[in-house]
Structure formats: C-alpha cells, structure tokens
C-alpha cells in the first residue's frame, strides 16, 4: 500500500465536533436500489439508527457483521441514498486506500452509545 499525505491540520475543536459513538450491528438488509449498499441497523442503547455502508461487494456475507460491535460516526445530517435514509455513517477502515475494508471495532465489547475520542 502506498502511504496517503496526511491531511492539512485542524483545530483540536473542530476534532471534538465529530461523535463517533459505539453501536451493536442489529440487522443488515439489502438496499434493493443499489449494488453497494446495505441497510445496517443499529443499537446506540437508547436508540436504534439505520445507516446505511457501501459493504454489499466488500464481503461475501455482509450479514456475517451482525451482532458486532463498530464505530459509528453519528452528528452527520440525514442523506438519502437508493432510496433510504441513512442516519450517520460506519466508521470503518481501509476502504479510502482501496484495501478491503474492515469494522473499526472497541478491543472489549463496550456499552453502546459509549463515545470515542
């Protein structure tokens, strides 16, 4: 893999604006509308969102991620995409440097909702 630049410098405060919180993958559904797409739903502890990831030709089962534990990033606004709205997005890794992606998954399992940063 050839190293990406580093991104130019942000302010430590625009870092805290982001919350990406820890979320258990509930269901994965297909987005019938679109070859990349599925449909995650996903426990936050007092609430569940769907969000929807380009994970349908990342992995051969993309429901083998139920029940899993990620990172979730959930301040962004709502998009709509094939037809479905996505309510924040999987915070995942690889994808940007075209490597198979994978979860960004907490070491130990932790309480959804818990916030990293």
């Known amino acids: ?29 297909t987005v019938k509308k679109s070859n990349k797409l599925m449909k995650l739903m996903v426990d936050f502890g007092d609430h569940t969102r769907s969000i929807l990831a380009g994970i349908k030709q990342e992995r051969e089962n993309p429901k ?3 029940g899993k534990q990620a990172l979730f990033v959930v301040n962004l606004p709502e998009r709509e995409m094939a037809g479905e709205v996505s309510q924040g997005m999987l915070f995942d890794i690889g994808y940007e440097d075209n490597l198979l992606p994978c979860l960004s998954c907490p070491e130990t399992v932790m309480p959804n909702g818990a916030r990293a940063g």
């Open 64 to 66: 083998e991620i139920v």
């Open 1 to 29: 893999m050839k190293q990406a630049p580093i991104k130019e410098i942000i302010a430590f405060e625009d870092f805290e604006k982001i919350d990406i919180r820890v979320g258990t993958i509930t269901e994965v559904l």
